[in-house]
């Protein structure tokens, strides 16, 4: 696996960024992408006590009992945002444990891989080798970021309105929105807003964000 050109540091936060070999899709279905977020949510715990395969072929009672133990585990990262492309994904983190991001990337990619290409009858990588990471320097960008990453299913045309947007189930924008208790970390974003609705107003504010994107341009990888 190539190097990568920075450190990850404790304690700070990463745009990351990885997407399916010679741009291939890499989330075909819906059940694929629940499967994808279902692994995400199991992969926060540092470390997980079993794969995620394994926990799926349990009997629900056992399930019950490893949900209870994750519940309280420690977490490699704190997942900001997120989005789900057909292609690709973003992750906005903040690393909570040592090399957290690397080894929660690392096992969300390996049991999602796993998974599709037993589905799809192939071998091999899925995604690329190395996955993409950028520091958040400054709130500005923070928030810009977290933008540009709910964003992405309408400036790449997954879907075609705000209203769309807000009802993708694939990134955590709805969480934010709806108010949702969920595994996103939203206070650290919400807590530069009056309310929800001012981030949402913020998410569509489109004339800010063609500014703003320039400034950022050196964090966006797609």
Same mark, same amino acid.
């Given at each position: 696996?190539?190097?990568?050109?920075?450190?990850?540091?404790?304690?700070?936060?990463?745009?990351?960024?990885?997407?399916?070999?010679?741009?291939?899709?890499?989330?075909?279905?819906?059940?694929?992408?629940?499967?994808?977020?279902?692994?995400?949510?199991?992969?926060?715990?540092?470390?997980?006590?079993?794969?995620?395969?394994?926990?799926?072929?349990?009997?629900?009672?056992?399930?019950?009992?490893? @949900?209870?133990?994750?519940?309280?585990?420690?977490?490699?990262?704190?997942?900001?945002?997120?989005?789900?492309?057909?292609?690709?994904?973003?992750?906005?983190?903040?690393?909570?444990?040592?090399?957290?991001?690397?080894?929660?990337?690392?096992?969300?990619?390996?049991?999602?891989?796993?998974?599709?290409?037993?589905?799809? @009858?192939?071998?091999?990588?899925?995604? #690329?080798?190395?996955?993409?990471?950028?520091?958040?320097?400054?709130? @500005?960008? #923070? #928030?810009?970021?977290?933008?540009?990453?709910?964003?992405?299913?309408?400036?790449?045309?997954?879907?075609?309105?705000?209203?769309?947007?807000?009802?993708?189930?694939?990134?955590?924008?709805?969480?934010?929105?709806?108010?949702?208790?969920?595994?996103?970390?939203?206070?650290?974003?919400?807590?530069?807003?009056?309310?929800?609705?001012?981030?949402?107003?913020?998410?569509?504010?489109?004339?800010?964000?063609?500014?703003?994107?320039?400034?950022?341009?050196?964090?966006?990888?797609?």
């Amino acid at each position: 696996m190539p190097g990568r050109n920075i450190p990850l540091v404790t304690g700070e936060t990463y745009h990351t960024f990885n997407r399916g070999i010679d741009r291939r899709p890499t989330f075909t279905s819906k059940r694929e992408y629940v499967r994808a977020i279902d692994a995400t949510k199991f992969y926060l715990s540092s470390p997980p006590p079993l794969s995620f395969s394994k926990y799926l072929r349990l009997e629900e009672e056992r399930q019950e009992e490893i @949900d209870k133990v994750l519940a309280t585990a420690k977490r490699n990262v704190q997942i900001l945002s997120f989005c789900l492309m057909p292609n690709h994904f973003h992750f906005l983190l903040r690393q909570v444990e040592e090399n957290g991001i690397s080894v929660f990337l690392g096992n969300f990619q390996n049991s999602y891989t796993r998974y599709f290409n037993v589905k799809h @009858d192939r071998v091999g990588s899925l995604f #690329l080798d190395q996955f993409k990471a950028v520091r958040i320097e400054t709130e @500005d960008q #923070l #928030l810009h970021v977290s933008r540009y990453i709910h964003l992405n299913p309408y400036t790449g045309y997954i879907v075609k309105s705000f209203r769309d947007l807000e009802l993708y189930h694939w990134s955590s924008l709805r969480d934010y929105i709806i108010g949702e208790e969920t595994f996103i970390t939203k206070e650290i974003i919400l807590s530069s807003f009056k309310n929800t609705k001012e981030y949402r107003k913020f998410i569509f504010n489109q004339a800010d964000y063609q500014r703003k994107l320039k400034e950022i341009e050196h964090l966006i990888f797609d």
